[in-house]
């Protein structure tokens, strides 16, 4: 069975929306998915299951809403692809120096360059991105909570996403490449 990454947004956030990892792990074993592992509890799943990414992504977004009665967004990618988007990481020398610096920012659907590149003028700050596809690789030197432009990157992009530190993406990473 091919192995999957899950992204739960807007969970386990300033105290909002409190979900139990153990329960979130509980939630995809009974959905038949194998190996689940949780990475930090904000969220990140690994797994392995039958099935196509956007179809688990339905499959979890319902399971989710009926187990935990609020809906949150989910994102699922499978191994492959994202194996794929860690190596397109522009600013790897970042990451590497400097990993709490780096941000990528899964969308679902194409984000709006003209948008980002609007936004980021008008805030001036001295954040670069790039965009891969439906990925948004953001570099953010002085720190991405106190960046006006991470604040606002979801608006300008026009797409809905879900943000993950570089630490958190190579953890998730190493979890699946485990089970491949």
Not at 148 to 153: C, D
Not at 165 to 180: D, F, H, K, Y
């Amino acid at each position: 069975m091919p192995a999957f990454i899950a992204l739960y947004r807007g969970i386990n956030v300033g105290g909002k929306h409190s979900v139990k990892m153990e329960a979130l792990r509980a939630m995809h074993q009974r959905l038949g998915h194998a190996d689940v592992k949780h990475y930090v509890q904000s969220g990140n799943i690994v797994f392995t299951a039958k099935g196509s990414a956007p179809g688990i992504t339905r499959q979890l977004a319902t399971a989710f809403a009926d187990d935990f009665e609020f809906a949150a967004r989910v994102i699922v990618v499978d191994a492959t692809r994202w194996a794929t988007i860690v190596k397109g990481n522009p600013y790897a020398k970042f990451a590497a120096a400097e990993p709490k610096t780096v941000h990528l920012a899964l969308c679902e659907g194409s984000p709006s360059a003209a948008g980002l590149k609007a936004l980021l003028a008008e805030t001036g700050g001295s954040e670069t991105f790039k965009i891969s596809k439906e990925a948004i690789y953001l570099h953010a030197p002085a720190g991405f909570g106190t960046s006006k432009f991470a604040a606002r990157m979801e608006r300008a992009a026009a797409v809905p996403m879900t943000v993950r530190n570089w630490r958190t993406v190579a953890a998730l990473a190493s979890l699946a490449e485990g089970m491949a």
